[in-house]
Structure formats: C-alpha cells, structure tokens
C-alpha cells in the first residue's frame, strides 16, 4: 500500500528514515499505524447506509459478508473498497486473535503477522472479496483465529 503523505510525513519527522525498514513505522508508533488502518472510512460510510455497524467484532465480517455487493456498481470506487474491507479485516485480525499484528513488507502492503509466523495477506483477501464475494471476510477470519 502507497500512501504518499506518509512518506513525506516520515521524511519530516525522522530524518534519515528513508533508509530505515518499511517496518519501522510500525516499531515507533504500531498503535498509531493501526489506527490509521483501522479509520476505512469508505467502507464504514457505506455499510452504515445499509445498516451495518462495524465494531471490530468477527460478528461484523458475517454481517459484511451477507450484504448484497453494491459496490460493485461503481468500478472506480470498487478497489478502494476491497483495500477498505481488507484493512478492517486485519484490524478485527489485530484485535482479536492473540498475538496477531500488523507488518509492512518491504515494497508491498500491510500484512497481518500471526503468533505462528503465518502472514495473512489482509489487503489482498478484501479486493478479492469486494470482487468475487470469496473469501469470505468471516471465514479468513476464522483461519486467522485457529492458528
């Protein structure tokens, strides 16, 4: 995931940082990069509409996953979407399973570490499911939770 203003912020901040690991940002403020993921603003306002509250619960994943895809109406709007459906799973990940947090890869996007080493490619599983409708949000979910 590119997020430009990031990387200007960064540059201001911490001088020297663009040498530094894609994940250091997560090592000097992990609690703030999670928020940051967490925010989804799109999907929230959209799912809202429809009368879905996303509380950061496994139970919102099904509720998500039983909502008819809309979204797939508006084709620029779709990856934005799936990247937002994709960041709330790994924050319900992040809270959730025990151990689990978020990881940058280097020249990719954010990823969601598990206890066992497994990494949940988070980002990837919402496009695919803002998409196809498979997988399920709940079910990589339930994947993440019995590692």
């Known amino acids: 995931m590119n997020i430009p203003f990031l990387d200007s912020w960064r540059k201001r901040h911490h001088p020297g940082s663009p040498d530094s690991p894609p994940d250091a940002a997560f090592d000097r403020a992990p609690d703030g ?3 940051l993921f967490a925010e989804c603003e799109l999907l929230r306002a959209r799912v809202e ?3 879905v509250v996303l509380d ?3 139970r919102s994943l099904q509720e998500l996953d039983q909502l008819p895809p809309r979204w797939r109406d508006d084709p620029e709007e779709l990856p ?10 790994g924050t319900v990940i992040v809270r959730n399973v ?4 978020w990881q940058m890869r280097p020249g990719g ?3 969601v570490q598990l206890a066992s080493g497994r990494e949940i490619q988070v980002v990837e599983a919402g496009l695919d499911w803002a998409m196809t409708g498979a ?3 709940s079910q990589v979910y339930a994947e993440a939770a019995e590692y």
């Open 49 to 51: 509409a429809a009368g």
């Open 80 to 89: 934005w979407f799936g990247n937002d459906a994709g960041l709330y799973l």
């Open 98 to 101: 025990p151990a689990a947090r």
């Open 56 to 58: 950061d619960t496994p």
């Open 135 to 137: 997988p399920q949000l």
């Open 109 to 111: 996007g954010p990823v």
């Open 33 to 35: 990069m999670a928020e």
